[in-house]
């Protein structure tokens, strides 16, 4: 079994939809919790953080861990096309060195007009 | 605005040529990655090194070393280009310590080996 799994779509949705974007991960020292948003081309770049399980709401993102059934959501309200692009879940700890980050596949969004 | 620089975005190599990406970060980081990214794979780590001079072995260290000479500077080295290392590498790097710590990425570098 794979330390962070997501589907990895492609996931089409008509814009103005609410997209559910899911990851689940195996290990249950993981204490936070992020998404990165990454455009084709370009790097990853942080959107959401979250410590800890419950929601956090960020505009139209909101970021939902749930660390007893070791589940990650990203919800995405009133999707635009510039949504468009692979999300990757990014669990992390703390470790020796600071935080050690692991990554999900990523789940290619894509969102049309 | 936090950087970390990729100096070459696109590279075209040939087999068994030698290979230097560079990486370049301004925000006074402990903590340095190299990547790659492939299709259906995810993101692999590379190396990474937690300090001048320290590296240690990611999850797929085979065919690439990498150098740290100065804190804000760290390089992947190909020794012998192989058509397996074409990919796109991404180069990261984050705070050591306590507190929240976010991992900020260059925008890639992608390499074709002919």
């Known amino acids: 079994q794979k330390e962070v799994e997501q589907d990895p779509g492609p996931l089409s949705v008509p814009e103005g939809a609410i997209v559910s974007l899911n990851c689940t991960y195996s290990n249950s020292a993981f204490q936070y919790f992020m998404w990165y948003r990454q455009y084709s081309r370009k790097g990853p770049e942080l959107l959401m953080y979250?410590?800890?399980?419950g929601n956090k709401e960020d505009g139209r993102f909101t970021a939902q861990v749930d660390k007893s059934s070791k589940y990650i959501s990203l919800f995405i309200r009133d999707s635009q096309p510039s949504d468009s692009a692979t999300y990757l879940c990014a669990p992390s700890l703390r470790d020796n060195y600071g935080q050690n980050f692991v990554f999900g596949p990523g789940t290619r969004l894509s969102v049309l007009p | 605005d936090v950087k970390v620089t990729q100096s070459s975005r696109y590279l075209v190599k040939r087999t068994g040529e030698k290979v230097f990406l560079e990486c370049v970060q301004d925000?006074?980081?402990?903590?340095m990655f190299w990547y790659r990214q492939d299709p259906g794979l995810g993101l692999r780590l590379i190396y990474f090194?937690?300090?001048?001079?320290?590296?240690e072995k990611g999850d797929i260290p085979e065919g690439y070393s990498v150098s740290r000479e100065k804190k804000e500077r760290f390089s992947l080295i190909l020794e012998s280009a192989s058509t397996n290392q074409t990919s796109m590498y991404l180069c990261?790097?984050?705070?050591?310590?306590?507190?929240?710590?976010?991992?900020?990425f260059g925008e890639g570098s992608w390499l074709t080996v002919v």
């Open positions: 990261a790097s984050t705070r050591s310590g306590g507190g929240r710590n976010t991992i900020y």
């Open positions: 925000m006074d980081h402990e903590n």
């Open positions: 979250t410590y800890s399980s």
């Open positions: 090194s937690y300090d001048v001079k320290m590296k």
